[in-house]
C-alpha cells in the first residue's frame, strides 16, 4: 500500500506567482489534512477536508491561501501571489476516518521557497 | 486552546547511551492522545509512539519508552541504546480525543534537535 504521496517535493517561484501544492492519500483515505512547517518551528494545522468538502480551515490565512479536494484527483493546497513569508515545508496527512483512534499518516512534504 | 512545550531545542547523547526528551503541554481536557514524531534530514514526519490519555500505563516501542504524569501534563521520550539512526529533529504532540470537537487537529511543539555521538 502506498503511502501518502505529495509532488512536487520542492517548489521555487518568485514572488507574486501561484503555487499548487498536490497530495495523494493513502488508498482508502479519504479525509486529508494539510500542515504548514514554517523554519525553526513545529508544524502547525491549515485544513482539514473530506471528499469534495471542507471542513475547517481555521489554521489557512484568509487571504491568497485555498484547499480542495475533489471527488477525482489529489488534494491540492493554492498559494496565489506568494510572498516570501510563504517559504516553508508544507506537509499533507491523510486518515481513514476522523479523530478519535483514527491515526494521520504523513507525506514527505513539499518545500516552497519564494524568491 | 491547548499548547505543546519543548524546552530543549537541541540534546546530544553518545551511541548506545540513553537519552531522554522533555514534552509538556496544557490542557484543560481528560481524555486525548499524545504523540511523539521523529523527522530525519529527509524531512518526512514518522510516527515513532503514541499514548492515551487514559491508559495509566506508559507506552513502549522497541528502544523508545515514554514516561508519561498525567497530573504534571508532561510526557517525556526515552530512548534506549541510541543509535546513529536515531539523529533527527523530534516532535511532541497532542490530538484531543472528545468527540465532536476538533479531535483531528495535532498541536505540535518546536521540537528538539538529537545528535548522536559515535
Known amino acids: 500500500n502506498a503511502g501518502v504521496m505529495q509532488n512536487p517535493r520542492h517548489l521555487v517561484r518568485r514572488r507574486g506567482q501561484e503555487a499548487r501544492l498536490r497530495c495523494s492519500p493513502m488508498?482508502?483515505?479519504?479525509?486529508v489534512y494539510w500542515y504548514r512547517q514554517l523554519p525553526e518551528e513545529g508544524l502547525k494545522f491549515m485544513v482539514y477536508?473530506?471528499?469534495?468538502?471542507?471542513?475547517?480551515e481555521s489554521g489557512m490565512p484568509k487571504e491568497r491561501f485555498s484547499a480542495e479536494f475533489p471527488k477525482e484527483g489529489p488534494s491540492i493546497l493554492r498559494i496565489q501571489q506568494v510572498v516570501r513569508g510563504d517559504s516553508a515545508a508544507y506537509f499533507c496527512?491523510?486518515?481513514?476516518?476522523?479523530?478519535?483512534?483514527?491515526?494521520?499518516?504523513f507525506g514527505p512534504g513539499t518545500r516552497l521557497t519564494v524568491t | 486552546a491547548q499548547t505543546v512545550t519543548q524546552s530543549q531545542p537541541e540534546m546530544s547523547v553518545q551511541e548506545a547511551e540513553t537519552v531522554t526528551l522533555s514534552c509538556t503541554y496544557d490542557?484543560?481536557?481528560?481524555?486525548?492522545?499524545l504523540f511523539w514524531y521523529k523527522q530525519p534530514p529527509s524531512r518526512q514526519m514518522i510516527l515513532v509512539i503514541r499514548?492515551?490519555?487514559?491508559?495509566?500505563q506508559n507506552a513502549t516501542e522497541n528502544r523508545f519508552s515514554v514516561n508519561f504524569q498525567k497530573a504534571a501534563k508532561s510526557f517525556s521520550l526515552k530512548i534506549s541504546d541510541s543509535q546513529l539512526g536515531d539523529a533527527a529533529m523530534y516532535f511532541c504532540?497532542?490530538?484531543?480525543?472528545?468527540?465532536?470537537?476538533?479531535?483531528?487537529?495535532?498541536?505540535f511543539g518546536k521540537g528538539t534537535l538529537l545528535t548522536v555521538n559515535p
Open positions: 496527512a491523510s486518515s481513514p476516518s476522523k479523530g478519535g483512534g483514527s491515526e494521520q499518516y
Open positions: 488508498k482508502g483515505h479519504s479525509h
Open positions: 477536508l473530506q471528499k469534495e468538502n471542507i471542513i475547517d
Open positions: 490542557t484543560s481536557e481528560s481524555d486525548y492522545y
Open positions: 499514548q492515551e490519555a487514559y491508559k495509566q
Open positions: 504532540a497532542y490530538r484531543s480525543a472528545r468527540s465532536g470537537g476538533s479531535n483531528y487537529k495535532l498541536t
